[in-house]
């Protein structure tokens, strides 16, 4: 299930962003719930909600990142899957990679694949990362009395963010939700030892015995 989860997500996230950036002009707007929720199009050479780290250095550097970050993700998927960890942390850790290979594959193959459209420069390892998701929940002005941004307007919410970044955050999310649940504190762990051990001493051996230990009253 996490792998057909991964892949189910990472489809639906390049089908959204593949066609808003052929159907739609950058900054250019559709609502979807009135004023509450739009599509909303544009472009971002950072990381999730449109941080960005300066520069061609910087997006090599972000990129690689990302790359890093997938490599040991696939690795420890694996390894949970095999230990059988809690569906729970797989389904996390899925929603998070698909994420990651998500913006990945827009900021190593966009630069390529859309040279030339809608002005977009770029090169390997040089796309930008497409964004789409507005949410601009509430629209306003701070009170005068507040501090520091007393008068000043706001929205909120106000990043603009694709479905990769939905997935990472999901996944972020259950995460420290279950955490106590996923890496149970070592405490437990040690408690959890000596009744395995007796467990196993008192089960029956492949003829039918117990293999419990006789009490000499030593």
Request: aromatic share 16%.
């Amino acid at each position: 299930m996490p792998l057909a989860l991964l892949l189910l997500c990472l489809i639906l996230d390049q089908w959204i962003k593949i066609y808003v950036k052929t159907h739609f002009i950058p900054h250019q707007q559709k609502p979807l719930l009135g004023k509450w929720f739009e599509l909303y199009f544009i472009e971002n050479n950072g990381m999730a909600f449109g941080i960005e780290l300066g520069g061609s250095l910087g997006k090599f550097l972000l990129t690689g990142f990302r790359l890093a970050v997938s490599g040991f993700g696939a690795w420890y998927l694996w390894q949970s899957m095999k230990k059988q960890a809690p569906m729970g942390l797989l389904i996390s850790i899925a929603l998070i990679m698909a994420g990651a290979i998500g913006n990945i594959i827009d900021s190593v193959f966009y630069g390529v694949l859309f040279a030339g459209k809608n002005d977009y420069m770029g090169g390997w390892f040089q796309g930008q990362v497409v964004d789409m998701f507005h949410a601009p929940i509430y629209h306003g002005f701070f009170p005068n009395w507040f501090p520091v941004w007393g008068g000043q307007e706001f929205t909120f919410f106000s990043p603009i963010w694709n479905f990769a970044d939905a997935c990472i955050t999901v996944g972020v999310a259950i995460i420290i939700v279950g955490q106590h649940r996923f890496f149970p504190p070592r405490k437990e762990l040690q408690a959890a030892e000596p009744d395995a051990a007796e467990a196993l001493q008192n089960s029956p051996d492949t003829n039918g015995n117990s293999t419990e230990q006789p009490n000499t009253g030593e």
